[in-house]
Every structure is written in C-alpha cells, then in structure tokens.
C-alpha cells in the first residue's frame, strides 16, 4: 500500500479520536492534538498494523508532526 498523507491522516484521526480537519502536514502531535506517550505507541502500532510501515521504539521521540511521520515511513520504505 503506497503511504499518502490521507492514509495517515485516517490513522492519527481513528487511533487519537480527533477530527479530520484537525490533522495538516505540519500538525504537531503532542502540541496541537495533545497526544500522550502512550497514544503515540498506539499510533505507532496502528501505523504498523494498517500500513505496515511503524515506527521504532527508539525514533517516536524524533516524531513530532504528521510530515515526520511520512518523511520516516517514507525514508524506511526507501
């Protein structure tokens, strides 16, 4: 499945409950969706089970916008 900013969009949207028109590129998860530690794991989860591109463990704390999670899943898939 190619990865595209809906089928991320889609996934932060369903995994943090928030609303759709709240999520651009340049969303920050924790600032502006107020995102806890453990809801970024399960985004990260979620990435991995719909997409099948996650994130590591040790990189969600370099994650902060919807564009640094295209531009990691991306750069893995690369």
Do not use: P, W
Request: hydrophobic fraction near 40%.
């Amino acid at each position: 499945m190619e990865i595209t900013f809906e089928n991320v969009r889609d996934i932060i949207v369903e995994t943090l409950s928030c609303d759709v028109e709240d999520i651009k590129l340049d969303t920050n998860l924790v600032e502006d969706l107020e995102a806890d530690s453990l809801e970024i794991v399960e985004l990260s989860m979620a990435l991995q089970e719909k997409l099948g591109a996650g994130i590591e463990d040790e990189d969600l704390e370099k994650i902060h916008t919807v564009q640094d999670i295209l531009d990691y899943i991306k750069g893995k898939q690369g």
